[in-house]
């Protein structure tokens, strides 16, 4: 029976590799790669002749040039082993230090996504899917980013005492395109309003946005500073914000509608939870229940279908019918057919500001508050403080009624057929259409008579202030 503390014996000795020192009692193998980062020992102890000792090891790694690096309670641990008379495999007695590689040239970016992020320590308790946007806006003037200029590196040292070179950063491949500028040679400005793109090794702030398809739950909402195209349709609840214009070749579902610039689309159906805000002129093929806030024109031309618009320019809807909700028009109104067929209830407002038709809304409301009040006034202070009031009130509601806007038009054109249970008011007159009256017509204020002036149709780029003068010089002819 073999001594329990006897050395363990081999019969074979294992393919290991590397450069071979035999000994009566051993076998040592040194391995040491190319760069020289390292060394590593295996042993394996023969069944005559005595152990390797600290100071053999030692001699061996000098012989090999093995001179920086060596780890010392490796090289202990391995000894003590070896006394052992234990087989060792691949042991790391020594490394050097490797080089490190230097940065390449590239962008860091100080613009940030559009889209919202949440960390992972916010409780989330919703969240919105339609949010997926991940392009990011700039404004021209924004700092998009810094190139940073590539690194050397820093050397490393061998085993053997070398210095082993790093190898340095590479220049960046990627090109300044259209848009963006650079300061002090390397702080990139965006010299245009829109996304910051970068793709096939070009960096570029791109004006446009365009989407070959269907706005959905794979492009999101969208909010981009510069003009999107739509090339299909805009699904229910997702939302476009576009400062500078908004096409879409397809319909726009119940969204919210944003843009400082002209928004076209084939059609809409808002169910009177949409909402459209247009800086320039609204084109459509139809618009049902939407509401609408344009600074522009809004041309239609199938149907406008009980919504609510109110814009600074005129409404046209070329083919079709303005049928039910309400409509103010700075610049007049003009329709193929007005109201319906089934008496909908039909409101048109031409001539007027619809700020002023709300602010005269507000004072109408004040003043008939302060009439009440005045009934109850117990104290002639009271009574001359109301009647200061009413008079403030009433100067201001003149003030609104006579101011002058170049862009005004108190003119509503129906072509074909005026329905009845229309409600119109043009300028500061007020009428209820009460049978239907066929023809082309054009409605305006009869400043002579009172109430409205019914006349064969002009287009609204007749204003119907000059046409009233008209009338109003020939009376003081006739006198």
Do not use: W
């Not at 003149?398 to 229309?422: G, H, L, Q, T």
């Amino acid at each position: 029976m073999t001594d329990q503390h006897e050395p363990e014996q081999f019969t074979a000795t294992p393919n290991i590799g590397g450069s071979e020192i035999k000994k009566l009692g051993y076998s040592l193998y040194l391995k040491i790669p190319d760069n020289r980062l390292e060394c590593r020992c295996s042993y394996v102890p023969h069944e005559q002749g005595s152990m390797i000792t600290s100071d053999e090891l030692a001699t061996f790694l000098k012989q090999y040039n093995v001179r920086e690096g060596i780890d010392q309670q490796a090289f202990d641990d391995f000894v003590v082993k070896a006394a052992a008379g234990q087989q060792m495999l691949d042991v790391l007695l020594a490394a050097g230090t490797p080089p490190v590689a230097g940065v390449d040239e590239h962008i860091s970016l100080s613009a940030l996504t559009s889209a919202a992020v949440h960390s992972g320590d916010e409780e989330v308790t919703s969240v919105d899917m339609h949010i997926v946007q991940t392009f990011i806006n700039v404004s021209a003037g924004d700092k998009i980013g810094r190139i940073i200029p590539a690194e050397p590196g820093t050397p490393g040292l061998n085993i053997m005492g070398l210095t082993v070179p790093p190898q340095p950063g590479k220049p960046m491949k990627c090109v300044i395109g259209k848009n963006i500028r650079t300061e002090n040679g390397s702080i990139l400005i965006a010299a245009a309003t829109g996304r910051l793109c970068q793709s096939a090794g070009e960096i570029s702030v791109e004006e446009q946005y365009i989407v070959k398809g269907d706005v959905n739950f794979r492009i999101g909402s969208i909010n981009f500073k510069g003009v999107v195209e739509v090339r299909g349709d805009v699904l229910d609840h997702f939302d476009i914000t576009a400062s500078k214009g908004l096409t879409v070749t397809g319909n726009i579902g119940v969204c919210n509608i944003v843009s400082d610039g002209d928004i076209t689309f084939c059609g809409m159906d808002g169910q009177d939870k949409a909402i459209i805000t247009c800086g320039g002129t609204l084109r459509a093929h139809f618009i049902h229940d939407v509401i609408v806030e344009c600074a522009g024109d809004v041309i239609v031309d199938v149907e406008i279908h009980n919504c609510i618009i109110r814009t600074l320019g005129k409404i046209v809807v070329d083919k079709g019918a303005i049928s039910g909700g309400s409509c103010i028009a700075l610049g007049g109104i003009e329709a193929k057919k007005l109201g319906s067929a089934s008496s909908l209830h039909t409101k048109l407002h031409a001539g007027v500001d619809y700020h002023d038709v709300e602010l005269l809304e507000s004072l109408f409301a004040s003043l008939a508050e302060t009439h009440e009040k005045a009934k109850e006034c117990q104290s002639l202070t009271e009574i001359a403080e109301l009647r200061k009031t009413t008079a403030a009130l009433t100067d201001s509601i003149m003030a609104i009624r006579n101011k002058a806007d170049s862009r005004a038009n108190a003119k509503i054109n129906v072509k074909a057929i005026m329905y009845e249970n229309v409600h119109l008011t043009v300028g500061s007159v007020t009428e209820e259409i009460i049978e239907q009256k066929d023809g082309a017509h054009s409605y305006i204020e009869n400043s002579i008579e009172g109430g409205l002036r019914v006349l064969s149709m002009t287009g609204l780029n007749v204003k119907a202030a000059d046409i009233e003068m008209a009338f109003v010089r020939e009376q003081k002819m006739a006198k």
